[in-house]
């Protein structure tokens, strides 16, 4: 037995060996040679890999060896027959050569010569129309690819001082169509859009939907934005201004955040560079964007910004066309003015200081305040002003009109009560529209809730009294049963949590449909505030009613805009939109002014000094007759006359 196991592990051993054996001799086997044939093969295709310029060298070494064997045989042979028309010498041969070579109507030159030097001169022009035609195929096809790199947008953008857009949405036409207007003041100006889309896509999309640029140069490249060397193209940090925005993604936030660190990264500095706007969905992320984008970044939450904006706009007839007016550039908007040179005035008298322009707060090492006390100092303050361009800041004329103190109205006016109000839908920005509602209700006020989805999440109140409903948004008796006489305001919103984009709109069309039908029939018709989701249906859902508002990320698209223009905006919208300091009222004429008496527009701004107001527009409708749009005018001159009647109103920046 012993002797048996050792043979069986004898055995082993020596088949473990074989085995072994095998395997090294077919790894030698199949192991590559490196013979000068292989090694002229890599080198050769090592060379090929380099592009055109390696193809077209090749062909010239072909083209050389084939005329100078040519030129060899031909005067080793003789072929020749003693024709010296060419001249002596190898070099002559070889020019002659080169002709036969590139140019096959040579040969039609070669009559009268001997056979063998016809059928040689033949065999010399066919090699070349060989190599010649490789040479044209070859060139043409890294023309194909040179213009194939520029359409895929990949070259370096050599600009300073110009705006760059990162991201693509439906907001990107908005915000170019504005930057457009902003520019008009500038000198040659550009804007670099990158994306990670097709350039010449971009491009016809842009030029569809902004067809006019009014000077201002669209630059468009495709890459992402969160790569560093391809964020590196739009040269951002030799731009003015960079604007990010939120994409149509699962995650659009993450990639917000991290185009954001793309940018900051590298910087020996991250608090120097252009100014950052960006766009967030989700407030939770807005303290992560802060770390990243530091105090240069401007932080716009769509969330409660578009819920601030649905709330202040159906508080008020008219506050809409306000609030429009300021955000866009086709008008007239807010402006910061440095070399004023009214340090020794107060506040109340620079309001009547300019002839066209708004002065309606100020701005210091504390922040901007809009609306101040009227005896604050201007002192070294920067002046927030209301004007028609930047460019006119500086050679505004001061105002000749005087105020007629004797036709000022009533100091002591006002208009709050109770309201009852109708929100119908619900989503992630209702609780922060009902919070804002409550915040200037006044006690007894009511709201009903109606929604189709869903439990809603009513959040804590001080004024209002919530009634929710569950019951179908589209259904015609739901709606006429909650919908009555006496409302204050209306507002619709959409099903973002629980359908898709499309089809959230389009239950909300069918909705608004069946309310405006509904409230039409009223004696007395209240606000209507819807919003739309996609911007395309935002034109279909419009109307020309100024009580008749749809908002949607447009509006938020002329905030990204202002922002990126300068950035001490930030503090100016947050408080416009927002409940604390001083927002935008529409107020009874007669508390500032005589009724049915003429006077001045600086008689009505004396009125708004004196009740501790800033006023900064009208609304009547003599000026819905007169072309106004919705009858509302921004920062009407000081020296305009205007005429007081029942139903008109000022508007007013005043803290209640």
Request: hydrophobic share 45%; glycine share 8%; proline share 4%.
């Amino acid at each position: 037995m012993a002797r048996t196991g050792q043979q069986l592990r004898r055995r082993t051993a020596k088949a473990v060996q074989e085995r072994a054996s095998g395997s090294s001799q077919k790894k030698a086997a199949s192991a590559p040679r490196s013979d000068l044939g292989d090694k002229l093969r890599y080198w050769f295709d090592n060379s090929m890999s380099r592009g055109t310029p390696a193809l077209i060298a090749w062909l010239t070494a072909a083209t050389l060896v084939l005329i100078v064997v040519f030129s060899v045989a031909t005067l080793v042979l003789g072929l020749r027959d003693g024709d010296t028309s060419t001249g002596e010498g190898f070099f002559a041969e070889l020019f002659q050569s080169l002709l036969h070579a590139l140019d096959p109507g040579t040969v039609a030159g070669d009559t009268g010569k001997s056979w063998q030097f016809i059928v040689t001169m033949l065999l010399l022009t066919i090699g070349g129309l060989f190599i010649v035609s490789a040479l044209i195929g070859v060139i043409a096809a890294g023309i194909d690819e040179k213009l194939a790199e520029l359409r895929r947008g990949r070259s370096m953008v050599l600009e300073s001082d110009h705006t760059v857009i990162l991201g693509w949405s439906d907001s990107i036409f908005t915000i170019v169509r504005e930057l457009t207007l902003a520019n008009e003041s500038r000198k040659r100006p550009v804007v670099v859009v990158l994306a990670d889309r097709d350039k010449v896509e971009m491009e016809e999309q842009l030029a569809a939907k902004v067809p006019e640029r009014r000077g201002t140069r669209v630059v468009c490249r495709s890459g992402s934005p969160m790569d560093i060397d391809e964020l590196a193209v739009a040269s951002p940090g030799r731009a003015r201004s960079v604007i990010l925005l939120a994409p149509d993604s699962e995650d659009p936030d993450s990639e917000v955040i991290k185009t954001l660190l793309a940018l900051t990264h590298g910087s020996p500095d991250p608090e120097t560079g252009p100014r950052i706007v960006a766009e967030i969905r989700n407030p939770g992320n807005l303290e992560a964007a802060r770390l990243v984008g530091h105090r240069r970044t401007a932080l716009l939450d769509i969330r409660e910004t578009v819920a601030k904006l649905v709330v202040q706009t159906s508080r008020q007839s008219g506050a809409a066309a306000v609030y429009t007016e300021l955000f866009d550039y086709d008008g007239d908007e807010i402006y910061f003015f440095d070399d004023h040179g009214l340090a020794g005035l107060t506040y109340g008298e620079a309001q009547l200081f300019f002839e066209s322009a708004s002065v309606i707060g100020l701005a210091g090492p504390s922040g901007a305040k809009l609306n101040p006390p009227v005896d604050t100092l201007i002192g070294p303050q920067t002046l927030i002003m209301v004007a028609e361009d930047d460019s006119a800041l500086a050679a505004t004329a001061p105002s000749s009109a005087r105020p007629d103190l004797d036709a000022l109205g009533e100091e002591s006016g006002t208009d709050a009560h109770a309201t009852a109000a109708v929100l119908i839908g619900w989503n992630e920005r209702a609780p922060i529209v009902l919070r804002e509602l409550d915040h200037y209700a006044e006690p007894g006020s009511t709201l009903t809730v109606v929604t189709s989805y869903g439990t809603p999440d009513i959040p804590a109140l001080d004024h209002l009294a919530v009634t929710v409903v569950v019951a179908s948004t589209t259904d015609r008796a739901v709606l006429e049963a909650h919908l009555t006489e006496g409302l204050d305001q209306v507002l619709v919103l959409c099903y973002s949590d629980d359908l898709d984009v499309q089809a959230a709109d389009a239950r909300t069309l069918v909705t608004l449909l069946h309310v405006r039908d509904i409230v039409s029939r009223f004696e007395e018709q209240p606000p209507i505030v819807s919003e739309m989701l996609d911007d395309r249906n935002r034109v279909l859902a419009q109307v020309a009613d100024i009580d008749d508002v749809v908002v949607s990320g447009e509006i938020v698209s002329l905030i990204v805009t202002q922002l990126s223009e300068d950035q001490r905006l930030e503090a100016v919208f947050g408080e416009l939109l927002g409940a604390d300091g001083s927002e935008i009222y529409l107020r009874p004429a007669e508390w500032y002014v005589v009724p049915g008496r003429e006077v001045t527009w600086a008689t009505v701004v004396a009125g708004a000094v004196r009740r501790g107001e800033t006023a900064i527009g009208f609304k009547s409708a003599a000026l819905a007759e007169g072309g106004a749009e919705f009858g509302v005018v921004v920062n009407p001159a000081k020296s305009e006359l205007v005429v007081v009647e029942p139903g008109d109103r000022v508007v007013v920046l005043a803290e209640v």
